[in-house]
């Protein structure tokens, strides 16, 4: 509906979510909207970081995570937690690292515990950083 375009265009608004940040999911998508196709949505559990590849219309962004990647509306983050991770700019963890993927090589990735500070060297446009450890918060 009209409100409903509005409403998500002031949240994605307040929430200043551009591309190439890092929000954090705050709640679940409650049901496919009309004349979305459920395949193109992003599925991401509450708490999971999602990497924000571009912004489209209406409140709604592409969004990509460990190699899936789907639209969503900006209304399921938590605005306050949108900080952007850029280079050259401190990020806390808000959860543990799982550790390298399949295939990948462990020894190019960083544990990290919740609240341990991070100092982003480089970002990647996959929505991977390489970071340093700076301290806990």
Known sequence: TAAASKTEAAALERAQISAGQLVIVLRQLADVP???????????????????????????????????SGWAPTSIFDADAAAPCKVGCLAQAHGESGGAPQGWDPSTFLRTAIGEVLYVEHGEGDGWIWARRVGRS
Do not use: N
């Open 34 to 68: 009309r004349g979305c196709d459920a395949a193109s949505l992003m599925d991401a559990p509450v708490g999971g970081h999602l990497f924000v590849e571009r912004v489209g219309p209406d409140g709604w962004v592409w969004t990509h995570q460990l190699g899936a």
